[in-house]
Nanobody, 121 residues
Framework: QVHLQEIGGGSVQAGGSLRLSCIVSGVYVKFANIHWYRQPPGTQRELIATILRDGSSNYTDAVEGRFTISRDDAKNLVYLQMDSLKPEDTALYYC???????????????WGQGTQVTVSS
């Protein structure tokens, strides 16, 4: 069974940094695509960063150049380094893994419980 747990959230002033960690069990991160999502208050969850099996990464425009996703294969962890934080980065942050369950593209999603990041101006 796949299990994800996010740690590292907290409160920080604008311009500060935080590093989130996603503790993964049930799948090897070096063989998986792992994603970070966030959900600001009153809005839908949005994909912000992905690290692919080959180690390459993708970011949404809102965090490009400020956030860095990485992984530690030995510890089976995925990180999200967040620099130059802005108040609009305030959200619940989740890591995610999914598998396709049929040839039509249906997915089984695995989520952690989320960790709160609050950025004050």
């Amino acid at each position: 069974q796949v299990h994800l747990q996010e740690i590292g959230g907290g409160s920080v002033q604008a311009g500060g940094s935080l590093r989130l960690s996603c503790i993964v069990s049930g799948v090897y991160v070096k063989f998986a695509n792992i994603h970070w999502y966030r959900q600001p208050p009153g809005t839908q969850r949005e994909l912000i960063a992905t690290i692919l099996r080959d180690g390459s990464s993708n970011y949404t425009d809102a965090v490009e150049g400020r956030f860095t996703i990485s992984r530690d294969d030995a510890k089976n962890l995925v990180y999200l380094q967040m620099d130059s934080l802005k108040p609009e980065d305030t959200a619940l942050y989740y890591c995610n893994y999914y598998i396709f369950t049929d040839f039509r593209g249906s997915r089984r999603m695995f989520w952690g419980q989320g960790t709160q990041v609050t950025v004050s101006s």
